[in-house]
């Protein structure tokens, strides 16, 4: 993910305050999402969430 930060879209439709926010699957923990913004040197990690949690409540 840090190596290859832009392999994974963008969430879409946007989130106003995080345009380029990206969601990843933990390897082994499929439930959970890795939830991070690519950065000039690497990744700013935002949140861990659960797939199921509600993304508009979290980021919107």
Known sequence: MERLPYSI????????KYPELRLAPVKRFEARLVCYVPTADGIRILRVLHSSSDLDAVFG
């Open 9 to 16: 879209a963008p969430v879409d439709p946007p989130y106003p």
